[in-house]
């Protein structure tokens, strides 16, 4: 039996408010003794105001305003060591748009009994996307492939944003020394977690585009992955990586 109580999701949020209610609704529908913690950053569509009213139903439901828009990987940076201040064991990283399914929790949870980092993977068993265009996922698919071969990391999903880490990996981790703050910010931190050889797991998953809201996938992405993941080498490469 998995011990939920001891598990903390982190959600960051910026205009959510048609996916709010409902991912807050469904994650404690599934998993009672969880708890949820949402990085809320400045959202002028009152998606913070749905989470305080929330509160009153759920006690394991956990509020951190900020003020503008900072960054997904500052965002997971304030939840990680928001955990690591309090008791949880296992602490996940999830999207507030549906694309990462609330019933897998379970699935990475059992396999981070075992494991330090577990990954839900897109590109394991198949390509396992709804709804992408093809460029997109041509574009994603190629950047996995670019990454393994620059970084030598086992994994296929590497810039993938649904994940379980243990209490053991983020303490392991400098949280303040954290170079990528956009999506590759996933990369970096499964990088560091494999090169200081802990275990780390891809468990399938289905990924499935947004129906409500907006992405918040910018252009400048492609250029971002690019040079970080060259930066993230040459510092392995110099011993300078996890320092």
């Known amino acids: 039996m998995l011990d939920y109580s001891k598990t903390l999701i982190i959600i960051p949020t910026y205009n959510e408010i048609d996916n ?3 991912m807050i609704n ?44 900072l960054g997904l990987g500052t965002a997971y940076i304030t939840g990680f060591k ?25 699935d990475l949870l059992e396999a ?9 993977s897109r590109y394991i068993d198949g390509i396992r996307i ?31 944003g649904f994940k379980c880490f ?5 303490s392991s981790l400098n949280l303040d020394n954290i170079i990528a703050n956009g999506y590759i910010f996933q990369l970096e931190l499964n990088y560091k977690v494999w090169s200081m050889g802990l275990n780390v797991k891809e468990v399938p998953i289905i990924f499935y585009e947004r129906r409500d809201g907006e992405s918040k996938m910018g252009g400048g992405i492609i250029w971002e992955a690019f040079f970080a993941v060259l930066k993230l080498k040459f510092l392995n490469i110099f011993g300078k990586l996890n320092s």
């Not at 008791?87 to 507030?96: A, G, R, S």
């Not at 981070?112 to 839900?120: K, S, W």
């Not at 243990?166 to 983020?170: C, F, G, I, P, Q």
Request: some cysteine.
């Open 26 to 69: 469904t994650v404690f529908g599934l998993y009672n003794d969880i708890s949820l913690l949402i990085i809320e950053d400045g959202s002028p569509d009152g998606t913070a105001d749905v989470v305080k009213r929330k509160q009153s139903e759920y006690q394991n439901l956990h509020i951190i305003e900020r003020q503008g828009k």
């Open 166 to 170: 243990s209490r053991k990996a983020l």
């Open 112 to 120: 981070a009994q075992t494991n330090d980092l577990v990954i839900g």
């Open 130 to 160: 709804i709804n992408w265009p093809f460029h997109r996922l041509l574009l994603s698919y190629c950047a996995s492939i670019y990454t393994r071969l620059v970084t030598n990391i086992p994994v296929f999903d590497t810039t993938g």
């Open 20 to 22: 709010i209610e409902r």
């Open 82 to 106: 928001w955990a690591l201040e309090r008791d949880y064991e296992f602490i996940f990283e999830m999207d507030c748009d549906f694309s990462h399914d609330p019933k897998a929790v379970a």
